[in-house]
């Protein structure tokens, strides 16, 4: 079947682009909640967990959320910093599958985020990035 749009093509190179600062946007955010607005939900998930330290767990994770949100929306080393996040993205699923009570987000909204990290991860930063294809 033929695209029925076959000139937006030319510009195909700027989907990954969106979904880097989406994605990015996104995952800053979470990390600005993890030492603010949602720090004691999760020492309390952490903690029910039976996890050691939460509180140094909660800094890391908070500083690479935000560590790794910058460096998506910068397009710098796209695809580390996406398989990453995929994996702290199945992370939080499985604590909000534990503990649903303590953070206030779905599986959806995790689902979402798995699917654009892990298309970015595969598919690479796209045009503008730093880390362009060879």
Known sequence: MLNPFPD???YSLLAPFILRVVAGSIF????????????ERWLASLSAL?????????KILGIIEVVSGIMLILG???QIASL????????????????????????????????I???????GAGRPAFDLPL
């Open 8 to 10: 937006l093509l030319v």
């Open 84 to 115: 990453i996040l995929a994996l702290l993205v199945f992370a939080e699923s499985y604590i909000e599958y534990k503990q649903p009570e303590i953070l206030k987000r779905n599986f959806v909204f995790y689902i979402i985020l798995l699917a």
């Open 117 to 123: 990290v892990l298309s970015l991860l595969l598919s």
């Open 76 to 78: 710098f080393y796209t």
């Open 28 to 39: 800053i955010n979470l990390g600005v909640l993890l030492f603010r607005g949602e720090k």
């Open 50 to 58: 039976n996890i050691p330290n939460p509180k140094l767990i909660i």
